[in-house]
């Protein structure tokens, strides 16, 4: 696939998205639309990521969110509430860990 049509098909998509959930966040022209969906229509987001997109997302323009990151007790979460963040008990910053908490089942 071409770079510039894989492109144009994850702006579609976070465009189009009732609900936003990026895993692996640190692309710019996918950043630029998450803060446009996020600050215009309040679309609500999940990321799963590194310290990079708790940056972007405690900027203010965001306020419907759930960041996770790897803590020292296994995750901690930050939210627009709370933004200094929580701790959570489980490594559900990684994906597999974060699937199977969510939904139930391994991955």
């Not at 998450?34 to 972007?56: K, N, Q, W």
Request: glycine residues 8%.
């Amino acid at each position: 696939m071409h770079v510039s049509t894989s492109l144009s098909l994850s702006s579609n998509a976070v465009r189009d998205a009732e609900f936003a959930s990026i895993c692996g966040f640190n692309d710019e022209h996918l950043q630029t639309k998450l803060i446009e969906r996020c600050d215009r229509d309040s679309v609500p987001l999940v990321v799963i990521t590194t310290t990079s997109a708790r940056t972007f997302l405690g900027g203010g323009r965001c306020r419907r969110y759930l960041a996770i990151e790897e803590g020292t007790m296994g995750a901690r979460a930050y939210m627009h509430d709370v933004p200094n963040g929580f701790d959570v008990d489980q490594p559900i910053w990684r994906l597999d860990r974060f699937l199977n908490e969510m939904t139930g089942v391994s991955a």
